[in-house]
């Protein structure tokens, strides 16, 4: 998901030199970061489906047959998210239980690498900043964020769809 973004399109590009069939899914929205040149060069490797995680009815036929989901979709802006705060719950919380729901019902249980955020810890108290930072988020972004996560490790704990979770930072 998110995959025409810059992280999953430089994701796309080495699954794709590694010989991996490649779907990717992106609402090519605009001021997310999708970007048709970014796949450009491997248009015709790839599997390109216009959709939105907002979209559960358009997720499933993207998780079915999948190995694996880099869950890279959302709403990129913390700063956006303090002044739309409802567009970044619906992206970033209902759009991640939408990419959850469908793996689960896909029966294939794909892994799911989901994309977090260095966001979720807030200020840094100390370095190196570890797991066990605290957590203090001191944005709507980094809130949802760890939301996300939380609902990765429920659907692990529940359904048994293994799940991780990488605090991205820039």
Same mark, same amino acid.
């Given at each position: +998901? ?19 069939? !490649? ?6 929205? &605009?001021?997310?970061?999708? =970007?048709?040149? $970014? ?26 047959? +999948?190995?694996? !989901? ?11 998210? =303090? ?8 992206? $970033?919380? /209902?759009?991640?239980? =939408? !990419?959850?729901?469908?793996? /689960?019902?896909?029966? $294939? /249980? ?15 108290? /100390?370095? &190196?900043?570890?797991?066990?930072? &605290? ?26 769809? &293994?799940? !991780? ?6």
């Amino acid at each position: +998901t998110g995959g025409a973004g810059m992280l999953g399109s430089t994701l796309a590009h080495r699954l794709v030199r590694l010989g991996a069939r !490649v779907k990717i899914l992106d609402a090519m929205a &605009p001021d997310y970061g999708g =970007n048709a040149f $970014n796949l450009a060069e491997i248009r015709d490797d790839i599997q390109f489906i216009h959709g939105d995680i907002r979209d559960g009815e358009a997720l499933l036929p993207c998780a079915e047959g +999948t190995d694996y !989901v880099f869950n890279l979709a959302a709403q990129v802006s913390y700063t956006d998210s =303090n002044a739309d705060m409802l567009t970044d719950l619906d992206i $970033n919380c /209902r759009g991640q239980i =939408n !990419v959850l729901e469908a793996c /689960r019902l896909a029966g $294939n /249980r794909p892994k799911i690498i989901f994309a977090s955020s260095r966001f979720v810890y807030g200020r840094t108290e /100390r370095n &190196p900043v570890d797991e066990k930072h &605290p957590l203090n988020c001191l944005s709507i972004y980094g809130i949802h964020k760890l939301t996300g996560e939380k609902y990765h490790r429920f659907y692990y704990e529940r359904y048994g769809i &293994p799940t !991780v979770s990488l605090r991205i930072s820039n």
